[in-house]
């Protein structure tokens, strides 16, 4: 199911995006893109860290409905309280600061997201692991999403709409969320609230979203105040297709937090190291390709997606390309070891140096580079966050590279690029150079680690037969 749902975060993009892009234009997706960024701030502040602690403490006590129903109570309290404090704060920010009162229908409109995600609860169901009901409910309001952007916008006047439909998947799962809960909890008070327990590690979980969502939402924000918003346009398209990856890069992840953080409730530490283990080899093994393709076909990937008006967003996507490998393993090594082991200090640490890092690389390199230094700024910050948490708890994450076959990977690299780059001389649109250059591409990557009995690679295909041979019967 989850698979399906980060297959759906690729496709619709691909679907929605060169479609909006060739309509707004880079000036009209700078604007969503700037709007957008701001809203993250107040939403961050209204979240205080919940969406990811609250899957830790829910996974730990689900299998007693009594006290999962009173976690979830104590915090959906204090979310929805928070919400509505951030929401007058922007508010307030929207009348006392110019630049936002350009843009004051479209945040207002985008905000709406604040208080859904606070009634949505959705670290609920991932900590119940229920992503069936995820898959069924996100590809619903998807489709619904995708039939009203073909019919409202078609001008590049059409930015304000564009933003309210931006933030209707995700409200109105917020909605369905809200109403299928009665199924996994008790909605009548069970009493014995004890509030404070959380404020500790909701304080940690938070500093650690604050530092997040500082360094990849800053690029923008900085971007907007510094520069025009035709730059913050170039930029978002090259985010954009490394926002898809990421989504596919980092899909196990999503899946494994709830089990990882039962594992270690439990005391299952020989089941906790296989499965991260497995991760990172899983993370590996899908970003670098993935990282060295669109680097070599940036241009094609922007021109089909976005058109020929987004010529100047092909350096930023290659620079920003690296992050995927340093998402992936910080991804592993962070949220998926280091949280559900209760090391979250240490992912604290590591994502203030990335903040850190990103302010002072974006102060200096913005003004002279402008969308191209946004991009070096988040590969700077990427990489101190991997840095970071790599030296400071070698000791417990080294064991989890263990599996990674680096001597498998690079000759497999390396000949799925030679098989493809002469695709880039074909005198053939974008999209057929993309589609025959993926093909070779990660059909060679995979038929040579095939071929070597890379472990990974050989246990799916040996599943996937079995799957085939238990059909067949």
Request: with cysteine; proline share 3%; charged share 15%.
């Amino acid at each position: 199911m989850n698979n399906i749902l980060t297959l759906s975060a690729f496709l619709f993009p691909l679907i929605t995006f060169p479609y909006v892009s060739r309509i707004l234009l880079p000036a009209g997706m700078g604007r969503v893109s700037f709007a957008t960024s701001v809203v993250s701030y107040f939403a961050l502040f209204a979240q205080l860290g919940i969406p990811t602690y609250g899957i830790r403490a829910c996974a730990k006590v689900r299998d007693d409905r009594t006290e999962l129903t009173r976690v979830v109570h104590e915090l959906f309290v204090i979310n929805l309280a928070m919400s509505i404090f951030a929401y007058v704060l922007l508010v307030l920010a929207i009348f006392c600061v110019p630049r936002l009162r350009m843009e004051k229908a479209l945040i207002l409109i985008i905000s709406v997201t604040v208080i859904f995600n606070a009634v949505g609860m959705e670290w609920l169901y991932r900590a119940l692991e229920q992503y069936t009901f995820i898959t069924v409910r996100s590809l619903i309001f998807k489709v619904i999403g995708l039939v009203f952007l073909f019919l409202l916008v078609h001008e590049a006047e059409d930015v304000v709409i564009y933003g309210g439909i931006t933030c209707f998947a995700a409200s109105a799962s917020s909605v369905a969320n809200f109403l299928h809960v009665h199924h996994y909890i008790g909605m009548k008070p069970v009493g014995g609230y004890r509030f404070r327990r959380h404020f500790k590690a909701v304080l940690v979980f938070f500093a650690m979203s604050c530092a997040t969502v500082i360094y990849t939402n800053l690029d923008t924000v900085m971007l907007g105040f510094m520069k025009t918003d035709e730059e913050v346009g170039y930029y978002h398209a090259a985010v954009k297709v490394k926002t898809i990856l990421v989504s596919v890069v980092t899909s196990l992840g999503t899946v494994l937090l709830p089990r990882l953080s039962y594992y270690v409730e439990q005391g299952k530490k020989q089941e906790f190291e296989r499965l991260a283990k497995k991760a990172m080899n899983f993370v590996v093994m899908l970003a670098l390709p993935l990282m060295i393709y669109f680097i070599l076909f940036a241009r094609e990937g922007i021109l089909f997606l976005s058109g020929s008006a987004y010529k100047n967003a092909v350096l930023p996507m290659q620079i920003i390309m690296p992050t995927l490998l340093f998402i992936g393993m910080t991804n592993v090594m962070g949220i998926q070891i280091l949280v559900p082991a209760g090391k979250e200090k240490t992912v604290l640490v590591s994502e203030i140096a990335g903040a850190v890092t990103d302010l002072a690389a974006n102060a200096v390199l913005i003004p002279k580079l402008a969308s191209a230094g946004a991009a070096i700024g988040t590969l700077l910050a990427e990489f101190v966050v991997w840095l970071v948490q790599f030296f400071a708890v070698r000791h417990v994450v080294d064991r989890t590279y263990e599996q990674v076959r680096w001597f498998y990977l690079f000759p497999a690299l390396a000949a799925a690029g030679f098989s493809c780059v002469w695709v880039k001389c074909l005198s053939a649109g974008d999209f057929v150079k993309l589609v025959f250059s993926a093909v070779m591409f990660f059909g060679v990557y995979f038929l040579v680690l095939a071929a070597v009995k890379e472990p990974l690679v050989t246990e799916l295909k040996n599943q996937m037969a079995a799957h085939i041979r238990s059909r067949g019967k």
